[in-house]
């Protein structure tokens, strides 16, 4: 009786310690809010990651990564995802819309992060129209989303017009540019330039009617215009019971005894 008492408060220790290493998941809802006036900008999906801190997608005064053209060019994360899981294989990725995020629209998603190995936040999306405007962090490491305990450090990240890149690798033509009517955005002219805040190259668009139906108003986007906002909920990934755990573990050592 002594070994098997023994043998089930092992069991128990072993299993509790497995559960204890579950402790760091949890289930991370990410909301992006378009913040824009109406007839202001839209966005194309965002692309999202939880990481370590170690992927850089691209960095102020430097020539935009292929990742980032495609993104900031078109809207797709076919690049930037693999990139981001090839820098970190024990990422957490994915997207937030299946469409354009237009003004006063939303988009949300949720995904299991281990708060332990992946706590900070990295984003980038296609600001439009454009040619190849986007919104994202250059610093991997400005949004640590959890703290030591599991929690959450960061619940809102809100950005303004002011923080609108230029990926500097095409020229702002309207004809060539994503989300105007009529217009071809797999036409484009290199610019050769480089990652750049920039704001004014709207204007190339104003007036213009967009994918959506509406007329571009460039006007009412400032440097200090809200233009977006994440949003982040945590629910913690149930555990098993400690008394689940002793009364599995009770059963296993009798089954045991039984057989002997």
């Given at each position: 009786m002594k070994k098997l008492l023994f043998g089930a408060i092992a069991c128990m220790a072993i299993l509790t310690?497995?559960?204890?290493?579950?402790?760091?998941?949890?289930?991370?809802?990410?909301?992006?809010?378009?913040?824009?006036?109406?007839?202001?900008?839209?966005?194309?999906?965002?692309?999202?990651?939880?990481?370590?801190?170690?992927f850089d997608g691209f960095d102020n005064g430097s020539v935009a990564p292929?990742?980032?053209v495609t993104l900031a060019e078109l809207g797709s994360g076919a690049d930037w995802l693999p990139a981001f899981v090839?820098?970190?294989?024990?990422?957490?990725?994915?997207?937030?819309?299946?469409?354009?995020?237009?003004?006063?629209?939303?988009?949300?998603?949720?995904?299991?992060v281990d708060t332990d190995v992946n706590p900070f936040f990295t984003f980038a999306g296609m600001v439009l129209?454009?040619?190849?405007?986007?919104?994202?962090?250059?610093?991997?490491?400005?949004?640590?989303?959890f703290d030591n305990a599991g929690g959450l450090?960061?619940?809102?990240?809100?950005?303004?017009?002011?923080?609108?890149?230029?990926?500097?690798?095409?020229?702002?033509?309207?004809?060539?540019?994503?989300?105007?009517?009529?217009a071809n955005a797999g036409n484009r002219v290199a610019e050769n330039g480089v990652v750049s805040f920039e704001l004014t190259e709207l204007q190339t668009y104003n007036g213009l009617q967009t994918g959506a139906g509406y007329t571009f108003d460039s006007s009412l986007v400032s440097g200090a215009t809200p233009i977006g906002r994440f949003s982040f909920s945590v629910t913690a990934v149930p555990e098993p019971t400690s008394a689940a755990l002793l009364g599995v573990a009770l059963v296993g050592f009798s089954l045991r005894r039984r057989r002997a």
């Open positions: 310690s497995a559960a204890m290493s579950r402790a760091a998941l949890v289930d991370v809802s990410v909301q992006f809010e378009n913040l824009s006036p109406t007839n202001g900008i839209s966005y194309a999906p965002i692309h999202v990651g939880f990481g370590n801190g170690t292929a990742p980032i090839a820098a970190e294989p024990n990422a957490v990725t994915g997207s937030l819309g299946g469409g354009p995020i237009l003004p006063g629209a939303s988009a949300s998603g949720t995904f299991r129209p454009s040619n190849d405007l986007f919104i994202g962090n250059d610093n991997p490491q400005a949004f640590r989303i450090a960061i619940n809102q990240i809100d950005q303004t017009g002011a923080q609108i890149w230029d990926a500097g690798s095409e020229q702002a033509i309207a004809n060539n540019a994503a989300f105007i009517a009529g």
